[in-house]
């Protein structure tokens, strides 16, 4: 942290926002005013606070700001799906997705800048770790999104309706900041996002799922892509710290830990054309998943330059899929979006780089940046 630094409000929940409210000798309810006006009303301007006294406002411009990343670029895809690259303090940047379909609008949210699981199809990984994101790096992607489509008559009616912790990292090893950035889109105050629309994606850190159960209601994915582990450890490293059945039994706590109606998983598996995609992988993974609560949802793989793997043929995924929902293992295929502008999983800034050799012009500093940094990990 910087000396003096200005607490940036963006990031503290309503519990901690009271906190710092009582912090400066001012009533609790302040919280709930500094709330709305950021989160509901998406100022980020003290001095338009407008039912708070010239003196807080003047204080509070002192002591406090509401700081969010800067946008570097915003591309809207011919489907509706926009993708935005963010600049993050210290070099580096991270992306967003949002995905309208109908009346529902979803975001896929980043919490690290590039992620140290190093999964072996992901272009993320390709790139390494460089920092995890702060609570209102996280939190703060909600509200450029919504920024991003004007002024709203009716403040209920946020473009965001769901979100997905499925951009850049591995959310559960940046837990502190990703808990604390879900109370906040899931508050009244903040966002108000139902707790089945919030979903955390995990390549499967045991002990962190655990604790998440314990902590906070929101739904779970995990990354499973292989059925047994030999392959798993091939394609998900983190597979050899925490292999498939300790990872499957955190799996049935989780669900044993929630309701009837809410303790379904999705097990994501993404599609490389001859490694996971054959028929014996679909009946070892049904074995594996049979009689447990979970959903799968076969993701085709996007590929970017040298993966050194291919998208399964649709014959294939589609037999995969038939397999599975034939024998009651509920199973859908993402629908890919927004692979013209490279918002589709696993694209993200990996293509950053590529479309910058093609382009000089398009966020050349970034790409520069991003490649001194790797060179120093
Ligand atoms: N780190 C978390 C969340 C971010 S990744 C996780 O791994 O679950 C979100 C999803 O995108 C994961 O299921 C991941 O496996 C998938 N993904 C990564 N690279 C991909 C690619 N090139 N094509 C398709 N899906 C990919
Ligand atoms: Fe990290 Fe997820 Fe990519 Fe694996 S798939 S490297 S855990 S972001």
Not at 8 to 15: D, P, S
Not at 168 to 193: F, K, S, T, W
């Amino acid at each position: 942290m910087r000396r003096n630094e200005k607490v940036n409000l963006m990031g503290l929940t309503f519990e901690q926002m009271e906190a710092f409210c009582l912090s400066i000798g001012e009533k609790k309810f302040r919280a709930q005013q500094l709330m709305k006006w950021i989160h509901h009303q998406q100022v980020d301007d003290f001095s338009q606070m407008t039912d708070l006294s010239k003196s807080l406002r003047e204080k509070l411009a002192e002591i406090a700001e509401v700081r969010l990343p800067r946008v570097i670029t915003e591309n809207i895809s011919r489907d509706g799906t926009r993708k935005w690259a963010l600049e993050v303090e210290g070099g580096g940047a991270v992306e967003m997705v949002f995905i309208p379909d109908g009346r529902r609008g979803t975001l896929c949210v980043s919490s690290q800048v590039g992620c140290a699981v190093d999964c072996s199809f992901c272009s993320t990984g390709k790139q390494g770790f460089q920092r995890d994101l702060t609570t209102a790096e996280i939190v703060g992607q909600i509200w450029l999104a919504g920024k991003s489509f004007g002024p709203r008559k009716n403040l209920g009616q946020h473009p965001v309706t769901n979100v997905v912790m499925m951009g850049m990292g591995e959310p559960l090893l940046n837990y502190d900041n990703v808990v604390d950035a879900m109370r906040i889109m899931l508050d009244n105050y903040g966002y108000g996002i139902s707790k089945r629309r919030i979903t955390l994606s995990t390549s499967g850190v045991v002990p962190m799922m655990d604790k998440l159960r314990e902590d906070i209601d929101v739904s779970l994915a995990v990354s499973l892509h292989a059925p047994n582990d030999e392959l798993r450890n091939e394609l998900v490293p983190l597979n050899r710290k925490y292999p498939l059945a300790e990872l499957l039994a955190a799996c049935d706590r989780y669900s044993a830990s929630r309701t009837h109606k809410h303790n379904t998983i999705t097990m994501e598996y993404v599609m490389l054309r001859g490694v996971n995609d054959q028929h014996k992988h679909a009946v070892e993974l049904e074995r594996l998943l049979r009689g447990r609560p979970v959903k799968v949802n076969l993701i085709p793989f996007n590929p970017f330059p040298h993966s050194g793997y291919e998208t399964s043929k649709r014959q294939d995924v589609l037999a995969f899929h038939k397999y599975l929902n034939d024998r009651g293992v509920v199973t859908t295929v993402r629908t890919t979006r927004g692979d013209d502008i490279d918002a589709a999983c696993g694209q993200l800034v990996g293509a950053v780089k590529d479309r910058t050799r093609r382009n000089e012009r398009w966020q050349k500093s970034i790409f520069l940046r991003t490649e001194q940094q790797g060179s120093a990990l």
